[in-house]
T-cell receptor
Framework: DAGITQSPRHKVTETGTPVTLRCHQT?????MYWYRQDPGHGLRLIHY???????DKGEVSDGYSVSRSKTEDFLLTLESATSSQTSVYFC??????????????FGEGSRLTVL | GQQLNQSPQSMFIQEGEDVSMNCTSS?????WLWYKQDPGEGPVLLIA?????ELTSNGRLTAQFGITRKDSFLNISASIPSDVGIYFC??????????????FGQGTILTVHP
């Protein structure tokens, strides 16, 4: 177990409301990622972080923001949720960062439904 | 963005049969990876490939990094019921800013009948 905890695991919300998903790790890894998974698309990168207060956009970052104020927590925020953001969100860490391996370890996912 | 085409989209096989799936890209990747996802869980890394032409095994799984760097395949031999799940290929481009920035295929859903 890599020590990744995602919360909440399930959430139903209404269009226009703000939502924050939390990813907590206990292994002090520098690199953290948020991906979303949708049928027919596999997983797509939303945002990633390479250290405290260092974040950057991924492939599908529109409508999302992130924050990393401490090493162990990486927050994903939907400022105003839309139905197109209904998805399963996965947090991941890169245990071998520095070796450019791409070997990610994923959390169990957070299922978000926007009505 | 980059696209990975993974095929087949789904497979229905009998226990004991061998399975083969592949992934192709329009772009070159520096690393190819194969993940498996069980229902309600996150993807788990099966095999990582780092060199063009590399052939790597992990138990009954064998994967290869294509010579052109634009494709990879995964074979599963003598399938068992616990092989059921979704298999994803993923590619990582080269360069220091590419750490963990993976491009995933659409997935292959594998069903194994006892």
């Amino acid at each position: 177990d890599a020590g990744i905890t995602q919360s909440p695991r399930h959430k139903v919300t209404e269009t226009g409301t703000p939502v924050t998903l939390r990813c907590h790790q206990t292994e002090n890894h520098r690199y953290m990622y948020w991906y979303r998974q949708d049928p027919g698309h596999g997983l797509r990168l939303i945002h990633y972080s390479y250290g405290v207060k260092d974040t950057d956009k991924g492939e599908v970052s529109d409508g999302y923001s992130v924050s990393r104020s401490k090493t162990e927590d990486f927050l994903l925020t939907l400022e105003s949720a839309t139905s197109s953001q209904t998805s399963v969100y996965f947090c991941a860490i890169n245990r071998l960062a520095g070796m450019n391996t791409g070997e990610l370890f994923f959390g169990e996912g957070s299922r978000l439904t926007v009505l | 963005g980059q696209q990975l085409n993974q095929s087949p989209q789904s497979m229905f096989i009998q226990e004991g049969e061998d399975v083969s799936m592949n992934c192709t890209s329009s772009s070159i990747f520096n690393t190819w990876l194969w993940y498996k996802q069980d229902p309600g869980e996150g993807p788990v890394l099966l095999i990582a490939l780092y060199k063009a032409g590399e052939l790597t095994s992990n138990g009954r799984l064998t994967a290869q990094f294509g010579i052109t760097r634009k494709d990879s395949f995964l074979n599963i031999s003598a399938s068992i019921p616990s092989d059921v799940g979704i298999y994803f290929c993923a590619g990582q481009a080269s360069g220091g800013t590419s750490y963990g920035k993976l491009t995933f295929g659409q997935g292959t859903i594998l069903t194994v009948h006892p």
